[in-house]
């Protein structure tokens, strides 16, 4: 178990650049998390994955974000045509066990930063 | 909707000194709360959590947490803290909606310890 490993740890890019982001999850955990985290506050809720299956996008995830989880292993967060208000900590977790009593396990984050 | 508080934005402790993180939560029915930990370039670390029963909860690292449903509220505490006990600390609560997972979480405190 090396917990849960995201990449890359930074990203600068231009606005109007798309960025891709990987998170894998402790293997075996069936659940998989996105959160985002800006400066001085504390993660958001984005989306969420049960094995394969996107059961719940937030609605801060606008139509530029795209996620997925082929074959219920890695996930990644594609964000297409970056502005500068998507800014911030991207976080990823994972998780087994009962649902909502089960412990989240966070990635280390991936920061972006759009000029 | 559910919400949480913690009304101090910083703290800060002499090494050795008790520590008391105030965490206050909206929720219509009975939480799932929890307490977080996040060090400088790292992801979140869950310190304990409380579902139900015994309401004094103990964690990780010599933390423990009382929930008090009368005052809805999770304060963390620490009898004596340590220099590494500096980071940011963030207190949930959840779940919300049909996401048994998902929590919400407050904008956390930031705690600096003096030697």
């Known amino acids: 178990d090396t917990g849960v490993s995201q990449n890359p740890r930074h990203k600068i890019t231009k606005r109007g650049q798309n960025v891709t982001f990987r998170c894998d999850p402790i293997?075996?955990?069936?659940?998989l998390y996105w959160y985002r985290q800006t400066l001085g506050q504390g993660p958001e809720f984005l989306t969420y994955f049960q094995n394969e299956a996107q059961l719940e996008k937030s609605r801060l995830l606008s139509d530029r974000f795209s996620a997925e989880r082929p074959k219920g292993s890695f996930s990644t967060l594609e964000i297409q045509r970056t502005e500068q208000g998507d800014s911030a900590m991207y976080l990823c977790a994972s998780s087994t066990g009962l649902a909502g009593q089960e412990t989240q396990y966070f990635g280390p984050g991936t920061r972006l930063l759009v000029l | 909707a559910q919400s949480v508080t913690q009304p101090d934005i910083h703290i800060t402790v002499s090494e050795g000194a008790s520590l008391e993180l105030r965490c206050n939560y909206s929720y219509g029915a009975t939480p799932y709360l929890f307490w977080y930990v996040q060090s400088p370039g790292q992801g979140l670390q869950l310190l304990l959590k409380y579902f139900s029963g015994d309401t004094l909860v103990q964690g990780i690292k010599g933390f423990e947490a009382e929930f008090k449903r009368s005052q809805s509220s999770f304060n963390l505490r620490k009898p004596s803290v340590h220099w590494s006990d500096a980071a940011e600390y963030f207190c949930a609560v959840g779940p919300e909606g049909t996401n048994a997972g998902k929590s919400t979480f407050g904008d956390g405190t930031t705690l600096t310890v003096k030697p």
């Open positions: 293997s075996e955990h069936n659940r």
